[in-house]
């Protein structure tokens, strides 16, 4: 036996990138690995940045695939956009992975540095607002925190001035057939939509005979699962604030654990939840 270290440029590895594109090149890695910059000495403050930083990037993937299932359904082919949608629906479920990672964290370990976030507060997260703005939980006193930004709000005021991701699976439904009543003739997408009887007729016939109109089907459970996993981020993301801070007010400046609560009662789909009542 050679005890001659193993050396990966002989089984072809290369070894000289001076003047071709490295991993870290193509990754632009110096930029993300230099984005940490903590403020305090606390020993948790990196964890706490590279928990944002890291769910910020799997939400402008989310992003990517939900605007793109948005084209798809528009284009009257819905297949693609449920690859798009069973991927949201992982990237939830990794971000729900994530906060056993944060939950290391204990309320003494946070209080040393808390201080130092001021009012940032992930209420803030621009990118978190479009994400439920191109679902459809359409509620425009959120483009608040934001009014110093006319870029954030440029971005957020063009998706909402489109059909959400909900509003275009009804104009579906409408197009093979189903009679939809006032949501087949909306013009305006800026303000929530009431929820209306006649849809969820629709998703009941749907649901009825999922032989006859299995894409609708199949889109409404994909739509379904999406919910279902962003809700239990939401559930998680208040019992991991519980367990850090009890019902202090958040550093956003909201009554906190409370103001998540209530959050959890939020609907993207309504009637889709609705339905499985009249089943
Ligand atoms: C110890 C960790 C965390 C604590 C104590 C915490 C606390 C809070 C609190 C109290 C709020 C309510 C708004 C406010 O008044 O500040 C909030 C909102 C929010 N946080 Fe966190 N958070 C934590 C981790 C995270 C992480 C890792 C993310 C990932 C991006 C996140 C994203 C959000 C979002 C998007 C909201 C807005 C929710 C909504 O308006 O429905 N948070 N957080």
Do not use: C
């Not at 978190?128 to 459809?136: D, H, K, P, S, T």
């Not at 009890?246 to 309504?270: A, D």
């Amino acid at each position: 036996m050679s005890s001659k270290p193993y050396d990966p440029s002989e089984d072809g590895a290369e070894m000289s990138f001076r003047e071709k594109m490295s991993y870290s090149d193509y990754l632009h890695l110096e930029k993300v690995l230099d984005a940490q910059a903590p403020i305090s000495a606390a020993h948790d403050e990196l964890l706490f940045i590279i928990q944002h930083q890291t769910s910020e990037l799997w939400m402008k993937l989310a992003i990517h695939e939900i605007a793109s299932a948005i084209s798809a359904i528009r284009d009257d082919n819905p297949q693609p956009a449920f690859k798009m949608l069973s991927r949201v629906a992982r990237i939830f479920e990794q971000l729900n992975n994530a906060w056993d990672v944060l939950r290391t964290m204990t309320p003494s370990e946070y209080t040393e540095f808390r201080a130092s976030l001021g009012q940032s507060s992930g209420f803030q997260s621009y990118q978190y607002r479009a994400i439920e703005f191109l679902a459809g939980n359409r509620n425009i006193a959120m483009l608040g925190p934001h009014a110093h930004r006319p870029d954030i709000i440029e971005m957020l005021e063009g998706i909402l001035a489109r059909p959400s991701l909900y509003d275009e699976a009804l104009m579906l439904l409408s197009r093979r057939g189903f009679d939809i009543g006032e949501d087949a003739r909306r013009t305006a997408w800026r303000a929530k939509r009431p929820e209306n009887e006649q849809v969820l007729e629709a998703w009941k016939q749907v649901y009825s005979s999922p032989g006859t109109h299995w894409e609708l089907y199949e889109l409404a459970e994909k739509l379904v699962d999406f919910e279902d996993y962003f809700r239990r981020w939401r559930f998680n993301h208040v019992t991991t604030v519980e367990r850090v801070i009890g019902f202090k007010r958040g550093t956003g400046g909201t009554s906190g654990t409370s103001y998540l609560k209530k959050m959890l009662e939020v609907e993207l789909f309504p009637e889709l939840w609705r339905v499985r009542t009249v089943l």
